[in-house]
Nanobody, 123 residues
């Protein structure tokens, strides 16, 4: 049972990236999936999450209107589209999953975690 986050990289301020979170060993259909990020010296922050049941989503205030979370159950993947990126978005981004219909931005809620992918926003 694994999660894999990918899609990070170096992008200029104002640019876009799309992160992907793919599972292996289980299907994400009935799992709530969250995206978190952790910048150097800072605590892990809940960025966005989505339920598996009805696709309800949550966004942190810092990314609301710029980031969009979505899921493609046929591909067993949850995406985080990040637009209008800012230097303060620079962090390692992680995805996490839990068999649940509940939205949560709390890291301790989730059972499965992928290795992070680094996003660097810099000119």
């Amino acid at each position: 049972v694994q999660l894999q986050a990918s899609g990070g990289g170096l992008v200029q301020p104002g640019g876009s990236l799309r992160l992907s979170c793919t599972s292996s060993g289980f299907t994400l259909d009935y799992y709530s999936v969250g995206w978190f990020r952790q910048a150097p010296g800072k605590e892990r922050e809940g960025v966005s999450c989505i339920t598996g049941s009805d696709g309800s989503a949550y966004y942190a205030d810092s990314v609301n209107g710029r980031f969009t979370i979505s899921r493609d159950n046929a591909k067993n993947t949850v995406y985080l589209q990040m637009n209008s990126l800012k230097p303060e978005d620079t962090a390692v981004y992680y995805c996490a999953a839990k068999y649940s219909t509940v939205l949560s931005r709390t890291p301790g809620f989730y059972d499965y975690w992928g290795k992070g992918t680094l996003v660097t926003v810099s000119s």
